[in-house]
């Protein structure tokens, strides 16, 4: 549990990140200049099919924030509702990145719930770089499986990680 110092503001930037995309890296540079600490919060989603624990995503995600040079963020693996680990991290906004018009539905609503939720927890959207906004997790996991070429979507190292885990657990037949 933390304590924000007086007058800091926190923000939650939260997200399964499996993998860490250069979407991610874009919202997470540009979320630590609108906070004046950043908590990236690594968790799972069980309607989703993890290609990394989350213990080697909360890693992964260290690795590329200091590779981004970003200083005043930092990384917690949660598994707990949002807003409940947001409360605990003393955040006073939710940074959550939209790419197309289906994220703003769905993150609108999430917005409300959440408001519901804590009204004290503000929720901030960031759209994503133009060029980066077709780029998402699960399909770089899915071109990875089939034998593709992921290198323009993630940083060279989690290429690396993403491409070991294909060889590990093997790739899709492309037939």
Same mark, same amino acid.
């Given at each position: ?11 939650? *930037?939260?997200? /399964?990140?499996?993998? +860490? /995309? ?5 919202? %997470?540079?540009?979320?630590? &200049? ?5 908590? #990236?919060?690594? /968790? @799972?989603?069980?309607? &989703?099919?993890? +290609?990394? @624990?989350?213990?080697?995503? @909360? ?5 590329? #924030? ?7 963020? =930092? ?7 949002? +807003?409940?680990? $947001? $409360?605990?991290?003393? $955040?006073?906004?939710? %940074? ?11 993150? *609108?609503?999430?917005?409300? +719930?959440?408001? *519901?939720?804590?009204?004290? #927890? ?5 759209? $994503? ?12 996991? =899915? #071109? ?12 060279? =190292? ?10 590990? %657990?093997?790739? &899709?037949?492309? /037939?």
């Amino acid at each position: 549990m933390s304590e924000a110092a007086q007058g800091e503001r926190v923000g939650v *930037y939260p997200g /399964t990140f499996d993998p +860490m /995309t250069l979407g991610h890296a874009d919202i %997470i540079r540009r979320g630590a &200049k609108l906070v004046d600490r950043l908590i #990236i919060g690594v /968790t @799972t989603n069980p309607s &989703k099919n993890p +290609m990394f @624990t989350p213990e080697e995503r @909360t890693a992964m995600v260290e690795r590329e #924030i200091e590779r981004l040079g970003v200083d005043n963020a =930092e990384v917690v693996g949660f598994n707990a509702l949002l +807003m409940a680990f $947001a $409360a605990q991290q003393d $955040a006073s906004v939710i %940074i959550r990145g939209l790419r197309r018009v289906g994220d703003f539905e769905y993150e *609108y609503q999430m917005a409300g +719930m959440n408001q *519901y939720l804590d009204n004290s #927890i503000d929720t901030v959207f960031l759209m $994503a770089d133009v060029a980066l906004q077709p780029i998402a997790s699960n399909l770089v996991k =899915e #071109i990875a499986l089939f034998g593709g070429d992921i290198s323009r979507f993630v940083s060279p =190292e989690v290429c690396e990680d993403v491409l070991e885990r294909v060889e590990r %657990i093997g790739r &899709k037949d492309t /037939t």
